[in-house]
C-alpha cells in the first residue's frame, strides 16, 4: 500500500513499462522472424512462448538480483603491452549475444538475398523445437541487457527523496515487466503480419538486429573493459542513438508504403478509365 500510495512509484512503473516494450521491439522483431518460417498454425504458439519465456527470465533475474550483480567480477584478467581486458561472466553473456545475433541476422539477410530454395536441412531447422531455441537463447541475452538497464535506473528512483526502497524498486521491476509483456502479447501478432507480408520491412528488421548486434558487442566489450594501448577504451554506444535511428527508419519506410499504395491505387484507376474509354471507342465506331 505504501508503494501504491508513492507518486514516485507510479512514475517508475510508467516510465519502466515503456523502457521495457522499447527494449523489447528488437524481441518482437526476431519472433516474427523465426516465427514467420514455421507453419500458420504454429505461429502464434511460437510467440507466445517467446514472450512467456522472456518474462520468466527477467523475473528470475530479478529474483536473483545479487547473482546477476556478483557476474559483474572478473574471472579473466588480461594485461599485455598493447591490450588490456578484465572479463566478468556479463560481459561474456552480453558479447556471445551479440555475436549469435550478428550470425543469425547476416545468415537471414543472405537466405533472402540470394533467394536459395530450403532443401531438407534447412526445412528441419524451422521446426517448433528449434525456433524456441534460438528463441530462448536470445531472449536470456536481450533479459540481462533489459534488467541491467532497469536496475540503473531504478536504483536511483528508489534512494532519492521520497523514494520505495530496494524491496519496492523490486516490485515494481517485476510489475513492469509482466504489464510490458502482456502489452507487446496484444501487438506481436498484427506487428509479426505485417512484418512477414512486406519484404522490405524484413530486410529493414534485420538490419535493425545487426545493429543491435554490435552494439551488444561493444556492450560486452565495455563491460569486459577493453583498453587498447594506454588511454583508448571501449565504451558502450547509447540506447537513445540506436532506437531513435531505427524509428526513422521505420517511419520513412512507412512512408515510403503509403506511397507506394497510393501510386498502384492511381495505376489502377487509370487502368480502369482506359479501358471505359477503349470500349466507348469501339461502341462508337
Known amino acids: ?17 515503456f523502457l521495457e516494450i522499447i527494449l523489447g521491439i528488437d524481441n518482437i522483431v526476431f519472433l516474427s522472424i523465426v516465427s514467420g518460417k514455421l507453419d500458420q498454425n504454429q505461429q502464434p504458439k511460437a510467440r507466445r512462448i517467446g514472450l512467456l519465456l522472456a518474462m520468466a527470465f527477467r523475473i528470475v533475474l530479478l529474483f536473483g538480483i545479487s547473482w546477476v550483480l556478483s557476474l559483474q567480477k572478473s574471472i579473466i584478467d588480461i594485461k599485455w603491452d598493447f591490450f588490456e581486458a578484465h572479463i566478468t561472466g556479463q560481459s561474456l553473456i552480453i558479447f556471445g549475444g551479440g555475436l549469435f545475433l550478428l550470425y543469425k541476422s547476416v545468415s537471414e ?22 525456433a524456441i531455441i534460438q528463441i530462448a537463447v536470445l531472449n536470456l541475452v536481450f533479459s540481462f541487457d533489459s534488467i541491467l538497464t532497469a536496475v540503473g535506473m531504478i536504483s536511483m528512483k528508489s534512494t532519492a527523496e521520497g523514494g520505495f526502497g530496494p524491496a519496492g524498486a523490486i516490485e515494481i521491476m517485476i510489475a513492469a515487466v509482466v504489464i510490458s509483456i502482456l502489452i507487446m502479447m496484444v501487438f506481436a501478432g498484427p506487428v509479426s503480419k505485417f512484418v512477414n507480408n512486406h519484404p522490405t520491412i524484413q530486410i529493414l528488421g534485420l538490419s535493425f538486429l ?6 551488444l558487442l561493444a556492450e560486452g566489450s565495455h563491460l569486459a573493459h577493453f583498453r587498447f594501448g594506454n588511454d583508448t577504451e571501449v565504451t558502450s554506444i547509447p540506447k537513445g542513438y540506436l532506437y531513435f535511428s531505427i524509428f526513422f527508419s521505420l517511419f520513412v519506410e512507412f512512408l515510403n508504403i ?11 484507376k487509370n487502368n480502369k478509365i482506359l479501358d471505359k474509354n477503349l470500349e466507348d471507342k469501339d461502341v462508337f465506331n
Open 1 to 17: 500500500m505504501e508503494i501504491l500510495s508513492n507518486p514516485n512509484a507510479w512514475l517508475a512503473l510508467l516510465t519502466l513499462t
Open 109 to 130: 539477410i543472405h537466405h533472402k538475398m540470394e533467394g536459395e530454395e530450403e532443401s531438407s536441412k534447412a526445412k528441419s531447422t524451422s521446426s517448433l523445437t528449434n
Open 210 to 215: 545487426i545493429l543491435i548486434g554490435v552494439m
Open 258 to 268: 503509403r506511397m507506394r499504395k497510393k501510386n498502384k491505387a492511381l495505376h489502377l
